[in-house]
């Protein structure tokens, strides 16, 4: 059954990109749908399971790839939902990059200091707060004292966690149970409902055509709500203008599907993909050095073996965000808590003398896994994923049910992103072997490739049309109408966790994105309070709009 | 969603189960137990339900596993073969190699260079979850029946009502310097 409707705007991916175009245009007077491909899910319905079907696995996704592996939401929120809402600005440095095109990557237009008043009316909207030591879960506190005791420094990170609510479960993954972390359940989405924007679950986009009147047709299927390769009903949509927010790893896919309509693509779409420059290392802590040389204990006469207790990511080292360091040798090192189920595996046996990922030495590695402490390196990497030709359906080839599948993305470090992994993994030997606090190892890249949960850039903005797919404005070059507000959109690794700024990129582009539908025949307007109704952050960019 | 209730062949049973077991070694069930080698102590990928939850037909292999169960023991047989090994025929070739053996061939077949990795990754990637996540079980379920995987990591175990809570969780003070740039808003410069 195919049935065609019409709106104003349709909304493709409910994350950041998606959350924030819906809530402003739809407050500022416009029709907008939004058109999710995963579930929709309350904080009751989050549950504290790993089995196969429980919400873990049912808003969560893993596309593996050839050499890159990408872990992302699916479910409406986004990766707001499955995020360990980690959410620091970018460093000055990191819009001056220049990667490997040989000039500036970042819009002329976007400098941190440009993008200061956006970051705010973000931090405002979730809000995302200045955290305390006091509060700072137990492997946060270690990985701060062993940087001390390395002679380094150490930072709580900002992050959208509301602490005070916060049971420190470790369960951020499967989304939050007790509504603590403030994902886009709680801001943007409710808001842009209370002013008549439509979200729809299990509808995923497959592909846009082009109307005679210059709007677009947006073609879906209805994915099934619990075995999610199977699809249901087709359906479409008219639209005057359309927000592509799907993610990194499907905002390119959705293009490249639609190229035989719309006509050629820019050049960067599927192009430029950056994996964050993530890479991770496990530190196996001798719970006796820890308590001797680093002088920590719990109440209960431990001194650390709490690997599971925590909220993610909550302490970050920042000693190598030194803009004077030459390009590729710059990173961010966070303290991360990595779930059993898909990440203990990758973990590498220190010293193995037989296989380092599994058998006889990986089980004995897993009896210490209380003592385990997972570094997070986000550095800078090339650009150098590419997109091969799009699947049937969807952004992957779905193996399980749920969560489960291979992609078409390619993906091959070079030099320079191996350095910055290189550079980090010494750095972390050296935080955390010294005085034989604990023995490390990276994570293997033989089995699933490289790992990323913060995908980017594969359908970048720049001023350059032969290396960005987006104008500064966010607008598919040569596409009128069509813009792209996710993490697709950021032009390359930002060496720390992204979120904050994907949703301070949408914050900015959405006075243009409201001109645009205004030239187009929508009656609509740029001006909405944070979700809240808080104005302080609105009032501070009226003058940059 | 549960495994069909189809005819199982104990050759093929016994073929995965002695991946699994590759994977995340355990003790033997009992004397004359072949698929597991016993070369670890305590339960492993096996005793964890590596079997169920590779044959539910959400996980997405058990179709496959017919063919997988082929493939891996033809592999062993070349393996043996190469390696100028004596097999018993009287159980699945890949069953029949001794454990270090298995381990080997494991490592072949999982290489970044191997043809057919990807299937191999993913059937162990499979017996891992089942071991450190009972990803077949309710976690609560996994906790009642004693998951042999959940105790070893040390897993903390839920509250009555299958919730996690740890009401400790801070050392509850300053650890180390800030960054001297960090902004006013606890930023990176």
Same mark, same amino acid.
């Given at each position: ?23 402003? *245009? ?46 992302? =939401? ?34 002329? &237009? ?44 150490? $930072? ?52 846009? #055509? ?36 799907? =993610? ?32 991770? $290392? ?19 006469? &431990? ?67 209380? &003592? ?6 986000? !550095? ?18 779905? *193996? !399980? ?74 607008? *598919? ?69 | ?36 080698? =016993? ?25 496959? *596993?017919? !063919? ?34 298995? #381990? ?86």
């Amino acid at each position: 059954m195919t049935s065609t409707e019409s709106t104003d705007v349709v909304v493709i991916g409910s994350g950041f990109g998606g959350a924030i175009a819906a809530y402003h *245009l739809a407050a500022g007077g416009a029709r907008v749908l939004v058109l999710e491909r995963g579930p929709w899910l309350q904080a009751e319905e989050f549950e504290h399971d790993f089995k196969l079907g429980s919400s873990y696995t049912r808003v969560f996704d893993f596309v593996v790839g050839d050499g890159m592996s990408i872990l992302g =939401g699916n479910c409406v929120g986004g990766g707001s939902v499955v995020y360990f809402a980690t959410m620091p600005r970018a460093p000055r440095f990191v819009f001056e990059r220049r990667g490997s095109i040989g000039r500036r990557m970042w819009p002329a &237009s976007i400098t941190r200091d440009t993008l200061d008043p956006w970051y705010d009316r973000v931090t405002e909207a979730l809000p995302v707060t200045r955290q305390s030591w006091e509060k700072v879960p137990y492997a946060g506190g270690l990985f701060a004292a062993a940087c001390a005791h390395a002679g380094r420094t150490a $930072n709580p990170s900002p992050s959208a966690v509301d602490v005070d609510e916060c049971v420190n479960c470790n369960w951020m993954m499967a989304g939050c149970r007790f509504d603590a972390k403030r994902s886009l359940l709680l801001n943007y989405l409710p808001a842009a409902v209370a002013h008549g924007a439509e979200i729809r679950p299990l509808h995923e986009v497959q592909r846009l #055509t082009r109307l005679a009147d210059g709007g677009y047709r947006v073609h879906y299927r209805v994915v099934d709500e619990e075995d999610y390769r199977i699809l249901h009903d087709s359906g479409e949509i008219d639209a005057k203008l359309v927000i592509l927010a799907a =993610g990194s790893g499907a905002t390119p896919v959705i293009l490249q599907r639609s190229e035989p309509d719309l006509g050629r693509m820019p050049h960067a779409v599927g192009r430029y993909f950056s994996g964050n420059g993530e890479r991770l $290392n496990t530190a196996i802590l001798d719970e006796d050095k820890v308590r001797d040389v680093l002088g920590l204990s719990r109440p209960d006469g &431990s001194a650390y073996a709490a690997y599971q207790i925590g909220r993610g990511p909550t302490v970050a080292s920042w000693d190598r965000l030194d803009g004077s360091l030459p390009e590729y040798e710059r990173f961010s090192l966070e303290q991360l808590y990595f779930p059993p189920g898909l990440g203990t595996i990758l973990a590498q046996v220190p010293g193995a003398t037989g296989p380092s990922w599994f058998g006889l030495e990986k089980k004995e590695m897993l009896r210490q896994w209380q &003592s385990w402490l997972t570094i997070f390196t986000m !550095s800078e990497d090339d650009n150098e994923g590419v997109f091969g030709p799009p699947p049937e359906t969807g952004n992957a080839h779905r *193996l !399980s049910m749920q969560m489960l599948g291979d992609g078409p993305l390619r993906y091959r470090p070079t030099a320079n992103t191996w350095r910055g992994w290189s550079l980090s993994d010494a750095a972390v030997k050296d935080i955390l072997e010294r005085d034989g606090l604990a023995r490390v190892a990276p994570w293997t890249n033989d089995l699933v490739g490289a790992y990323t949960v913060h995908p980017l850039a594969s359908c970048r903005i720049g001023d350059d049309p032969a290396t960005s797919a987006l104008d500064d404005r966010h607008e *598919l070059r040569g596409h009128p109408g069509i813009f792209v507000t996710d993490g697709s959109a950021v032009p390359g690794a930002l060496t720390v966790n992204p979120a904050l700024t994907i949703a301070a990129l949408a914050e900015r582009a959405m006075p243009g994105i409201v001109r645009a539908a205004r030239e187009r025949g929508v009656a609509v307007q740029y001006g909405a309070p944070a979700p809240d109704g808080s104005t302080a952050a609105r009032v501070a960019v009226a003058p940059t709009v | 969603m549960q495994p069909d209730n189809h005819d199982v062949d104990p050759a093929r049973t016994a073929t995965i189960e002695a991946y699994a077991d590759t994977v995340v070694p355990g003790a033997k069930r009992s004397p004359d137990d072949r698929a597991v080698a =016993g070369a670890a102590l305590g339960g492993g990928a096996v005793a964890a339900g590596a079997v169920e939850l590779l044959e539910q037909p959400g996980g997405g292999l058990a179709e496959a *596993l017919d !063919s997988m169960v082929y493939t891996l023991n033809d592999h062993a047989a070349g393996y043996a073969t190469a390696h100028g090994l004596a097999l018993d025929d009287g159980v699945p070739a890949f069953v029949a190699l001794p454990f270090e053996h298995r #381990t080997a061939l494991v490592l072949e077949l999982t290489a970044p260079e191997h043809p057919e990795k990807q299937m191999w990754v993913a059937l162990a990637l499979f017996s891992n979850m089942a071991f450190d996540s009972a990803a077949h079980l309710t976690t609560a379920d996994a906790f009642a029946n004693r998951h042999p995987g959940l105790l070893t990591i040390g897993y903390f175990p839920p509250d009555a009502d299958g919730l996690f809570r740890f009401p400790q969780y801070s050392y509850g003070r300053a650890l180390a310097p800030l960054h001297p740039q960090t902004t006013v808003t606890g930023d990176p410069a």
